[in-house]
């Protein structure tokens, strides 16, 4: 049996449904190579951009629109003999009270009675949303029952960790926000220089086109201008190496940040809220102490304090940046008890400095490779763990 209504004929929600249940992440992003359309939010949920994008196309007749029913009713030929069409309403009683006799899949059934039964209007459309409507809410429910009980007021113990996930989940798409746009610029500033190179004059610099020689006015133009454009050239390629080594520092932070991000959410669930914490091995060493972290990543300094402070010590940072003398580091280290320097975002001379400056005043400096969370950690343990702070 053909459809007789086409899927811009159907209410939106009953597209919503038939969309969300029968295309899966793939399909849609099939889509959008096929029809040029872009998931690429970062504040987005990318399947849900396409969804939600589809079914705005799918309200009037256009090519997405076809496209997509073709999609969907080549999939709903499969099950459209187990589907009973005869009897919407005793179809839509059984689907509500015993969903197990019907061997075919909830997407089916709503998209053949809203396009293919006898009484193909809004009120099967409306009966069977409002069906999947209330079995999402009770599933919800359900779901959320069973993370946090109605009978105690006491917060669930794994919060903290899920909060601590989701803004490392959120630190890490402002990283990868950031790494995106240092690729373009990147991209763009390595083809200008590549544009550059291959720049001839024409007519010769000091000669004019019919041989004869400019006079001696215009070859110190020329000669001048020459020299401006060596100059930016040679000041371009110092940022596009600048520019690189970010962009390579950035990506080594994201890493670092998934690896932690996957360690977190690896960690065993079963943990019993009543077992006593464990106190750190080196809090009591820590407290009071000032710790200087030099460098860093800016979007982690918030983390990296809440480290230290939660260990009672004080934390202070300097951005590592030299350019207007050492002064400025120097007044940030004095009266420091310990100097952590991580190695792959700060310049040489910005490590060099810190090293002088800690050797000429006793303040104990440890430079350790990463400057991830994980990193900091580690040289805290390193530094402190095991022996007393005088």
Same mark, same amino acid.
């Given at each position: ?154 917060e669930c113990p794994y919060m903290e960790k899920d909060r601590e996930i989701l803004s490392l989940k959120r630190d890490l798409l ?42 001696? /006015?215009?070859? %110190?133009?020329?000669? +001048?201008? =020459?020299?401006? !454009?060596?100059?930016?050239?040679? #000041? ?9 080594t970010e962009n390579a520092q950035l990506r080594n932070e994201i890493e670092g940040l998934l690896e932690e991000l996957r360690s ?34 800016? /979007?982690?300094? %918030?983390?990296?304090? +809440?480290? =230290?402070?939660? !260990?009672?010590?004080?934390?202070? #940072? ?41 050797k000429a005043r006793g303040v104990r400096c440890c430079f350790p490779r990463s400057a991830s969370i994980t990193g900091l950690r ?13």
């Open positions: 049996m053909k459809p007789s209504k086409r899927i811009w004929e159907l209410r939106s929600s009953t597209v919503c449904k038939v969309v969300g249940m029968a295309l899966v992440m793939k399909d849609l992003q099939k889509l959008a190579r096929k029809f040029g359309m872009s998931g690429n939010d970062p504040l987005m949920d990318e399947e849900f951009v396409l969804h939600s994008t589809v079914v705005q196309m799918c309200s009037r007749d256009n090519p997405v629109a076809r496209h997509t029913e073709k999609l969907i009713e080549k999939r709903f030929l499969i099950h459209g003999k187990d589907v009973p069409l005869d009897d919407p309403v005793r179809t839509i009683r059984v689907v509500c009270e015993s969903p197990h006799d019907i061997k075919a899949p909830l997407w089916a059934i709503l998209w053949g009675l809203s396009t293919r039964g006898r009484l193909a209007d809004e009120r099967i459309e409306t009966a069977l949303f409002g069906f999947i409507h209330m079995m999402e809410h009770r599933l919800l429910r359900d779901h959320w029952r069973t993370l946090f009980s109605e009978d105690e007021a006491v402002d990283m990868q926000w950031a790494n995106k746009r240092l690729e373009k610029l990147s991209e763009s500033l390595r083809d200008r220089i590549e544009s550059s190179q291959f720049i001839e004059p024409s007519p010769p610099a000091f000669f004019d086109s019919d041989g004869s020689a400019f006079p001696p /006015s215009c070859r %110190c133009e020329h000669s +001048r201008k =020459i020299r401006n !454009l060596k100059d930016l050239l040679d #000041r371009a390629k110092c940022c596009n190496y600048e520019l690189e977190k959410e690896e960690k065993p669930a079963d943990v019993q809220p009543s077992a006593p914490q464990v106190t750190c091995p080196y809090a009591v060493q820590l407290a009071g102490k000032r710790v200087t972290l030099v460098g860093g990543i800016e /979007s982690l300094e %918030c983390h990296y304090r +809440r480290i =230290i402070e939660s !260990l009672g010590g004080r934390f202070l #940072r300097h951005d590592g940046v030299c350019n207007g003398g050492e002064q400025a580091l120097e007044d940030c280290i004095l009266g420091s008890d310990l100097v952590v320097c991580p190695v792959e975002v700060n310049s040489h001379n910005a490590a060099k400095s810190v090293k002088k400056i800690c580690q040289a805290l343990q390193e530094h402190y763990s095991g022996r007393q702070v005088a």
